[in-house]
């Protein structure tokens, strides 16, 4: 009996997951590009907020903007710096980004090119 139920409620489950297409983007496109993307499925984007070299991306709020116009539903994204202090990096674009031009912040690590800023000396281990 325990079984079926637990069946039943994974089943339950599964029928309420909704799936979304998005983008994320890292350079400045204008309304009509997020309108073209919208009107082929996308309903949200993802705007770095802040760059691989340790500052912040000069185009943000103006893509922000853009998306919002399109109608689409806006998040920002981090590529931080290693090599500097990760509560500045996070208040410097907390404080340039109005927290209402969007939803969420997302955190991207990845192989970073920039000097001082590798992650290459690091591993989860």
């Known amino acids: 009996m325990q079984k079926i139920?637990?069946?039943?409620?994974?089943?339950?489950?599964?029928?309420?997951?909704?799936?979304?297409?998005?983008?994320?983007?890292s350079q400045l496109f204008s309304v009509e590009n997020y309108t073209?993307?919208?009107?082929?499925?996308?309903?949200?984007?993802?705007?770095?907020?802040?760059?691989?070299?340790?500052?912040?991306?000069?185009?943000?709020?103006?893509?922000?903007?853009?998306?919002?116009?399109?109608?689409?539903?806006?998040?920002?994204?981090?590529?931080?710096?290693?090599?500097?202090?990760?509560?500045s990096q996070a208040d410097d674009m907390i404080n340039n980004i109005p927290s209402t031009s969007y939803d969420r912040i997302w955190i991207d690590i990845e192989t970073n090119p920039s000097s001082g800023c590798t992650w290459n000396r690091y591993s989860s281990d």
């Open 5 to 25: 139920l637990c069946i039943i409620v994974v089943t339950l489950l599964v029928g309420t997951i909704k799936a979304e297409l998005g983008i994320d983007v």
């Open 36 to 87: 073209c993307a919208k009107n082929n499925g996308i309903t949200f984007g993802i705007v770095r907020g802040y760059c691989s070299f340790g500052g912040l991306d000069r185009n943000t709020n103006q893509s922000l903007e853009n998306m919002k116009k399109a109608g689409l539903k806006t998040d920002v994204y981090m590529f931080p710096c290693r090599g500097k202090s990760a509560k």
